[in-house]
């Protein structure tokens, strides 16, 4: 299993676009899901996992996303809509699957928890 301390910094681990096969590719999902949730958007907590079936291999990623402030419903609403289909830029996978699993809100902040399959690309 994988974790990544989100207050590190990220911008070497994402930055290169050089094709790394192997590599866990969830510095670079992570921060395509904060740029898609806005600003105020935080990674409360992330992993991965090595996963593989009888002719694919890649990782299975658990992620929790916090978004804080104004209008927190509506950024909710749309960060959610056409997740399913969105296209992500991941050097040497891509995202098979991704799915909203929970959702948790209150006045002023919401909890996404997302599940994420990607997969080696050959």
């Known amino acids: 299993m ?12 994402i930055g290169n676009g050089a094709v790394q096969r192997g590599r ?3 510095p670079r999902l ?10 105020t958007a935080t990674v409360e907590r992330a992993t991965s996992r090595p996963w593989a079936s009888a002719l694919f291999q890649g990782r299975r990623h658990l992620i929790m996303l916090r978004l804080d402030g104004a209008d927190v419903a509506g950024r909710r609403g749309r960060f959610a809509e056409g997740i ?15 799915t909203i699993d ?15 399959l ?5």
Do not use: C, K, M
């Open 84 to 98: 399913e289909e969105a296209e992500w830029s991941l050097n040497g996978h891509f995202v098979a699957d991704i």
């Open 24 to 26: 866990d590719p969830l």
């Open 118 to 122: 990607t997969i080696e690309d050959w």
């Open 30 to 39: 992570l921060a395509q899901l904060v740029e898609r949730a806005g600003d």
């Open 102 to 116: 929970a959702v948790r809100a209150e006045a002023d902040a919401a909890w996404i928890e997302l599940s994420a």
């Open 2 to 13: 994988t974790s990544i301390d989100i207050r590190a910094r990220t911008g070497a681990a």
